[in-house]
């Protein structure tokens, strides 16, 4: 079974930084992206950020380039987001995810981040998520 485990969260002050992990296991890295996504309570999800399991290609929104670095260890599965300058809209639950993107190449974490279209993800999988509060 596909496991993921999102962890690294926590309460940090405006300008501060966090290391998120996120552990995964029951599937072929290279099949997969891994991405991240936040939720704001009461809002809809965002995604940020994704790397791909083949090629080790990446992709971030724009909103947080220069902030946010995702990466790798593929023989660990361990995806991580560093953050930076973290701000007080940056609170929010900070979720892990797989997809398995029907065409490979470079605009396939376009499409895990944004999973659009739907007829390209073949499969998803959600970790639970670990919070994330940035204090002013």
């Known amino acids: 079974d596909v496991q993921l485990q999102a962890s690294g969260g926590g309460e940090v002050q405006v300008g501060g930084s966090l290391r998120l992990s996120c552990a995964a296991s029951?599937?072929?890295?290279?099949?997969?992206?891994i991405s991240w996504f936040r939720r704001v309570s009461g809002k809809g999800r965002e995604g940020l950020a994704c790397i791909s399991g083949s090629g080790g290609d990446t992709y971030s929104i724009y909103s947080i380039q220069g902030r946010f670095t995702i990466s790798s260890d593929s023989s660990k599965k361990v995806v991580d987001l560093q953050m930076n300058d973290l701000k007080p809209e940056d609170t929010a639950q900070y979720i892990c995810?797989?997809?398995?993107?029907?065409?490979?190449?470079?605009?396939?974490?376009?499409?895990?981040?944004?999973?659009?279209?739907?007829?390209?993800?073949?499969?998803?999988?959600w970790g639970q998520g670990t919070q994330v509060t940035v204090s002013s």
């Open positions: 029951g599937f072929t890295f290279d099949d997969y992206t």
């Open positions: 995810a797989l997809h398995r993107i029907k065409t490979k190449g470079k605009n396939e974490c376009i499409m895990a981040v944004t999973t659009w279209p739907p007829g390209q993800i073949l499969e998803d999988y």
